[in-house]
């Protein structure tokens, strides 16, 4: 379970402190979670605190109990905590499996433990295991992928 407790953040903006997040308390149960609202709301404000891309002006956030806001972004990766960017980057010449050999820190990630992941995502690990994340990937394909790295940096 992940909690917000009072999270709060603010930039400076001329010269004066302009509240962008204000007293957030919100619990989440679920593994992934989707936020709407309007823009300027802050939306990837609050997911970037959550991630541990920015830290709150003050409050706390708790997961299973533990604080980890003083956490940086890779122990919340390790945590299982990760931000989903609106667009993921692509990479020529990069194949689908070196990328998730690298999320999981593992040079030797063999076949079946890629297709593994990209199947928990539902692709076609034999397709899709030894393409490039490059252009020739759809949006959603990319996203996929983008979700089997997250599930093999947690392994």
């Known amino acids: 379970m992940l909690e917000l407790q009072h999270i709060c953040y603010d930039v400076e903006q001329d010269g004066e402190d302009k509240g962008i997040l204000r007293d957030i308390d919100l619990t989440i149960d679920e593994r992934f979670v989707a936020i709407t609202g309007p823009n300027g709301g802050g939306k990837s404000t609050l997911a970037k605190i959550i991630a541990g891309i920015y830290t709150p002006t003050s409050g706390r956030i708790l997961l299973d109990g533990e604080d980890i806001t003083g956490l940086d972004i890779t122990q919340r990766a390790r945590l299982g905590v990760s931000y989903g960017f609106q667009q993921p980057p692509r990479f020529k010449g990069l194949r689908v499996r070196d990328l998730l050999a690298l ?53």
């Open 103 to 155: 999320a999981a820190g593992s040079e030797k990630l063999t076949r079946e433990e890629g297709c593994q992941y990209l199947t928990r995502v539902g692709l076609c690990a034999a397709d899709d295991i030894d393409r490039e994340v490059d252009a020739s990937l759809s949006g959603g394909e990319v996203k996929r992928i983008e979700i089997a790295t997250i599930l093999a940096r947690k392994s």
